[in-house]
């Protein structure tokens, strides 16, 4: 119960974080716009910290001082046009193609809390002028000239603070506020022309390791303006944010990735077609090697209505590469370092995730247990290792106590199953003896939550 009560408490305490950070952007909202405020043709944006899918975010974060970096590409085809308003094909193009590079970046300032940027880039644009009043003729007519730009998106800043931890439960939790900079061109449909902030509730789902569910749900305040006087409907204003995705474990390196997401006028949700553009998209992505640091990501999806934005198909590749707890690997092939005899320390410096308040390993930490298992089969010589397990200080000595022993023998058990001989292996609990740490921070007790593998017989 103790350690459950000292979880609310954080959950409470990063509730009133978020609501500092929640209200900045609205200071910026009330800042004079650009000369041409306008859509945004560049809407879709991937996920900051690369978590499990592609656009919609996780709940889970990086830890303290993780960092991810990541650069998106994707090209939409006809994401733009004029169309009759009784349906069927189009009069003329807006935007026919549009090729954009996303450069994110974010970084763990604490265990639950990330910031993050995405820098949009249009590397290519081809443009047909429907802003410009002299022009309006010649684009229902599809006479106006095309123009093939490059220019720049608006730049969003975001942070995530994470109130239920999806390692710990079945479910996870996160806001994440952010600002949008007006850095793009609303002449050339590539921002709104304006500040703009909200925020974003994150929700997920864990299926037993093996389904990844999440749903985001946001809210993105803009300062109304009517973009096209002579298209009905055509304006923007508060906007209400939405996306879902399923991430589908294939083995240990492969995923598959299945998301749809999309945004309407808050004022109207959903009444009219060119407010409300949605899109579907599916792909795989693929993660090399015991820890997945680097991932690669293609993808493909369509829209699905005319809406502003959503195009008639769309392709996405990702990069990127995350560094966060995991154990360090000193050279290619070793995944840990033995210096002495009789006083060697294997250390996972990322935690091992057990079942909440229980001892059954969680998949997401076989790819670290897998370096230990490298490590004695490759160095025969080292012929016994004692698994210590050790916990903070939350709950009586006693519990403790019992928990890291049957935690430390959970490990063994899986050491054992993966090949390692049983005689070369010993479990002791330490409860939460030897800390290594203080137990006075949320930072000290997690590093205080570890396994240690010592080398006791040479």
């Not at 800042?31 to 043709?41: D, E, L, M």
């Not at 899109?279 to 999806?301: C, D, H, Q, V």
Request: glycine fraction near 8%; proline fraction near 5%.
């Amino acid at each position: 119960m103790g350690e459950r009560r000292k979880y609310c408490q954080l959950s409470v305490f990063r509730f009133l974080c978020l609501c500092s950070l929640f209200f900045v952007p609205s200071l910026f909202s009330s800042v004079a716009y650009a000369r041409y405020p306008s859509n945004s043709i560049v809407y879709v944006r991937p996920s900051i910290d690369a978590g499990r899918y592609i656009v919609t975010e996780q709940s889970q974060g990086l830890y303290q001082w993780g960092y991810n970096i990541g650069m998106n590409m994707n090209y939409a085809f006809e994401p733009a046009e004029l169309v009759p308003t009784t349906g069927g094909g189009r009069v003329a193009g807006v935007v026919d193609d549009l090729m954009v590079a996303d450069f994110t970046a974010s970084l763990g300032l604490l265990d639950w809390l990330n910031v993050g940027i995405d820098v949009p880039l249009v590397a290519r644009e081809t443009f047909y002028n429907f802003i410009n009043p002299d022009a309006s003729q010649c684009t229902v007519t599809a006479a106006c000239p095309k123009q093939t730009k490059t220019k720049l998106g608006d730049i969003l800043f975001a942070a995530k603070v994470r109130l239920i931890d999806s390692d710990r439960s079945m479910f996870g939790l996160a806001l994440q506020p952010f600002i949008s900079f007006p850095t793009g061109s609303g002449y050339y449909l590539t921002g709104y022309g304006q500040f703009s902030g909200g925020a974003k509730a994150i929700f997920d789902m864990n299926i037993k390791d093996r389904v990844y569910l999440a749903l985001n749900v946001g809210y993105q305040v803009l300062k109304e303006k009517r973009y096209s006087p002579d298209t009905a409907n055509a304006k923007i204003n508060d906007l209400i944010l939405v996306s879902g995705a399923v991430n589908v474990p294939i083995g240990r390196k492969f995923a598959a990735i299945v998301e749809m997401y999309g945004q309407t006028l808050a004022e109207s949700p959903f009444k009219h077609q060119i407010q409300s553009p949605f899109e579907a998209m599916g792909g795989f992505r693929y993660s090399p090697g015991n820890i997945k640091r680097w991932m690669f990501t293609l993808a493909g999806g369509a829209g699905m209505d005319k809406g502003f934005g959503a195009p008639a198909w769309r392709a996405w590749g990702q990069v990127t590469y995350k560094k966060t707890k995991v154990v360090e690997l000193p050279g290619e092939g070793a995944p840990v370092s033995i210096e002495a005899p009789f006083e060697e320390k294997i250390i996972i410096t990322q935690k091992i995730h057990f079942a909440f308040n229980k001892w059954d390993i969680r998949p997401v930490s076989y790819p670290i247990l897998s370096d230990v298992v490298e490590v004695m089969q490759q160095n025969p010589s080292i012929r016994k290792i004692r698994i210590e397990g050790h916990t903070d200080n939350i709950g009586s000595e006693a519990y403790n106590l019992k928990l890291s022993q049957k935690r430390a023998e959970s490990v063994r058990s899986y050491l054992v199953s993966k090949g390692i001989a049983p005689e070369r292996l010993e479990a002791v609990g330490f409860g939460k003896g030897t800390p290594v740490a203080t137990n006075d921070t949320e930072l000290g007790r997690a590093k205080n939550r570890r396994t240690e593998f010592i080398v006791i017989e040479e």
